[in-house]
Structure formats: C-alpha cells, structure tokens
C-alpha cells in the first residue's frame, strides 16, 4: 500500500466519522476535489494526515464548522450566464405565467446571488407577486448571508454587466442600495422568498414546484447520488415542471434521461415528463 | 502498451500559439489522452477547441464533467471551470474560487492528475505571465512523474515557465518547436519500459 491508498482509506474513514457524528453525507460526492480540499485545510493546519484530522474535527466542533466551509463551495455571482437568463424570460416565462400561483425551488442557493438575480426577474415581467421562491441550501453560514441580501462592492460591475446582458429592463441600481463596502438588495425581492435548512444528499422532496433550478450543484456529486437529487427533483415538481441546471451539467447520462424533455438544450432548460411515458 | 497514461498541460499568456505548435507535430495516432488547461477570460465563449482544432489531427473536445478520459483525444477545461481529474480517471469540474487568480488553474488539474497517474503522467508548462502550476509540477515530481517545460527564452512570457523550472526538477528544458516531436519520441520509446 502507497501512500495515496492509505490516503483514500483515511478518507473514507474520515467522511464516514462526519456523517455519522455532525449528519453531514459527503460519502458520495466526487472525490478528487474532497480530497483536495481536505488536503489544503491539513496543509493549513500543519497536520500530518487525515487521522489527526479526523481526531480534531471529533472533538472540536468549531474546527469541524471551518472544514464544513471549505467543502461547501459557495461561489456564485448575480446574473450567472447571461445568455441563460436570457433563455428564462424568453421560454420558460410564458410557462410561469399560465398559473395563478408559482412556486419555485432554488436548490443550493449559496448565498442567495442568483435567487435575487431570480426575483429581479420576476418582478420585470409582472409575476413576482403571485411567486413563493423557497431557496435552500445545506451551509448555514451561506444561508444567512443570502438572507441577509448583503454583497460585496466589488462584484457590482461585474453583476450590473451580466444583468444588462440577461436581457435586464430597468437600471440595475434600482434592486439595492450602495454603502462603502457592500450593497444591500432592496426588501421588496425578499419578500416572497422563504430561505431554508436543506441538505440535498439526505433531506427529502419539496413538493408541487413549478420551477426548480440547481445550477453548479451536481457537478460536484458521484453518479449516484446525482441519480438520486434528479430523481428528487423529478418528484419535486409539478406536471410540465421545469427544472435548469448549470451550464456543464446535464441529463444525457442519468438514469432520469427519459424523465425529461429538452426546453433550451444549450441553457441545461428541462420540463418534466408524465410518468407514464417513462 | 505505453508506460504514460496521460499527458497534462498549462498554459497562459501567448499559450494559444505555443500549443498549436505542440498539437500540430502530434499524429492522429498519439496513444495518450492530452488534458490542457489555457487560462482565459473567465467570462469569454468557448471557442478554444475549435481555434487549437485547425492545427491537430487528434480530436480536441472541451472535457465534460464525468466523462471518461480516453486515449488519443485531446481535452480542455471549459472557461470558468476547474477541471479535476478522479481517480477513476474521469474528469470532474468545479466552479470553487480562482486559485492563483485563475479559473481553470494549472495547479489543480495537475494536483489531481498527480493523484490520479502518479509516475505515468507527463506535465508540461508552456509560456504564461503568473506562477500558475508552480505547486503542481511539484505534485507530479513527488509521485514521479515526467516534466517538460517550454524554454524561457523561447516563451512568449517567461514567468510561467520560470517558475516551474525553479519549483521542481524538471526532466527537460526545450525551445517550443522542439516539443511536440521530443513528446512523440518519448512516449514511443517509453513503449519499452520505463527507463528513459
């Protein structure tokens, strides 16, 4: 046995220790950038390996809470992919607005960037206030951050350029007030926004969604467990449901391929088909 | 059968030119998968494949998450992506934060191809303006990999290749035109054994 076997057994035990004393379930996420996270935090820390890792994140919850952050990515921005965006209002829009009453399911939200960037959206085509957005994710750092609505000054340029290139119809100043270091968006696109506690890999279905969207969330999940959070989704949603993922993620290789049907190929746009036709 | 498994490359500013000089000495019939991360604009289209695709005769594809890596085709991270290799010798992407400022980076395609190939991998750095790579041409040295890097003198920007040179013991030091034939050459020797 090499070092790196060693290694992935001391991984095994490690994620095993975690699900089985905190009831986080990394087990079956994709391994080479668990690895490489947990590396970089021992690194950090001056250990040795993975055992006096483990020892310490048993016996200190707070350390176990910082190696919580670094395997939870919370890297988002407003208006992520224009052009899907763009694709939302032109094709899944008219969808939303056949109902009288829509829900929506933003499953690993982070912190909040895109579920705004949702709202803002809602609110231009007249259809924010007949929406329940319920917006989850497992961190409950990043979950507050996203209540909180408050962003860093320096991702504004960024954010107002991608609004603008979403197809956005007003100023983007007009959904947050700017203060020396960080904005803070407006109350009225929190108001029908319900951020809650869900952990994809253990936590059970949201029911009756019209929309879901789970966007850089699966890519970092093995074939299983994406199996089983498509196969939660697909439960998730209503008839004619839409579900979006990220830009490098798609349906082709799950076994939830025949579940859906494309909308917007390129965008990652799905609708849910009828169960009979599976 | 070959002794490496995998060819691993970085590339940074002017690498668009370094590479297509690479790739063009390369046949169709190169044995190995050839995986590139070119730093770009995080926000640009991903038009690289389709540019490098004129001057190679190996298929160029951008890698797709979970995809199995295969022989004689060449990948390249998606902009904006990191992409990782698993030890199941699948590709992973991940859209965690810029590492040296960079999104794809160097450092942690090669980390984890270190992991995944141990000494059947062969990295590369080729010219570049930061120090992207730097911890992980020491990666592919530490499980015994093999290192080719681009002559600073003929790189478009040095500092890329520099640095690696300075982080690692590197096996071979060329001028770019000499590369793509000396990585032919090297592969099919290393059809004897290891003993290059």
Redesign the interface.
Known sequence: MDD?DNQ?LELQLMLEAIHLKYGYDFRNY????V???IQHRMTKEKMANFSEMQHKLLYDVSFFERLLLDLS?N??EMFRDPTFYMALRKFVIPELRKHPFIKIWHAGCSTGEEVYSMAILLKEEGLYDQTQIYATDMNEVALKKAKDGIFDIGKLKQYTKNYQKSGGQSAFSDYYSAHYEHVVVDKSLKKNILFSDHNLATDGVFGEMNLILCR?VL??FN?DLQNRVVGLFYDSLCPDGILCL?S???LS?SKYTNAFDDVVKEEKIYRRLDSELI | MNWFQAVVIGASAGGIKALSTVLSALPKEFPLPIIIVQHLYPHSSSRLAQILQKQSHLKIKEADEKEVIKNSVIYIAPPNYHLLIEEDRTFSLSVEGPVNYSRPSVDVLFETAALAYKSRLIGMILTGANNDGNFGVKQIKRRGGYLIIQDPETAEADSMPKAAIAAAKVNKILPIKQIGPYLLQLVNRSKKGPNI
């Open positions: 790196i992935n994709a391994k080479a950038s690895k490489r996270r990515i890297v988002t850089n890519i970092y074939r990220g490098k993620e798609s290789f």
